[in-house]
């Protein structure tokens, strides 16, 4: 069972990640899904089929044995109280459960493909003022991530990653508070994120205590 727990866990919030390493078959017995929840697993494409039971596996150890809806904007949400995120990356399955409003991402440490996209993500005057070239990749992956969180925290609103989502100078220390911002043409709110290596991943999550 490639169960990785407790990447974080509060009094709010909960982060799991499920490594599926398993078979499909394996990852069956061990769910024991329902026949409505077996019938969605078949349509879906091998890829997607094993992100699903990964989370399967997730919520089950989560102790929810909840269904998953999805809003217009293909924003997850719980028929319960506490908010939820989804993230995959490989094999890899997250989901992040909170009583606040939350964002998570998991990214592969892949540096090519980080420096390739930069100039879609780090704002010229801002960020990549301050990011140390030492650890730029680093920096790189940790910043798309909280940026992937305040998209997802926005509810998926196609805003533009440069001009409407900002991150605060940080230190790379895993799990220290990182501050960053959504602002638009009349405002601007602050939100609070957070990263951890898990194996060869960077996974972040960002809260809205408001």
């Known amino acids: 069972m490639p169960l990785?727990?407790?990447?974080?866990?509060?009094?709010?919030?909960?982060?799991?990640?499920?490594?599926?390493?398993?078979?499909?078959?394996?990852?069956?017995?061990?769910?024991?899904?329902?026949?409505?929840?077996?019938?969605?697993y078949l349509t879906l494409t091998p890829k997607q089929a094993k992100e699903y039971l990964g989370l399967r596996a997730c919520l089950k150890v989560l102790n929810l044995d909840l269904e998953i809806y999805y809003d217009s904007k293909g924003k997850p949400y719980l028929p319960a109280t506490n908010q939820i995120s989804i993230t995959h990356s490989y094999n890899m399955v997250c989901v992040g459960l909170s009583e606040f409003n939350i964002g998570i991402d998991i990214e592969k440490n892949r540096p090519s493909k980080i420096f390739n996209i930069k100039e879609k993500f780090i704002r010229e005057q801002d960020e990549a003022i301050w990011i140390p070239k030492e650890n730029e990749s680093e920096y790189l992956h940790v910043i798309w991530g909280i940026k992937e969180g305040l998209y997802k925290l926005n509810g998926g609103n196609i805003w533009n990653f440069l001009h409407h989502y900002r991150v605060e100078p940080f230190e790379l220390v895993e799990k220290a508070t990182i501050k960053c911002w959504i602002s638009d043409e009349t405002q601007s709110r602050k939100y609070f994120a957070h990263y951890t290596k898990v194996e060869d991943y960077f996974l972040v999550w960002v809260l809205d205590y408001e």
């Open 4 to 40: 990785i727990d407790s990447l974080h866990k509060d009094n709010f919030t909960r982060i799991i990640c499920w490594k599926t390493e398993e078979s499909d078959e394996e990852l069956l017995d061990f769910l024991q899904l329902s026949p409505y929840r077996i019938m969605k």
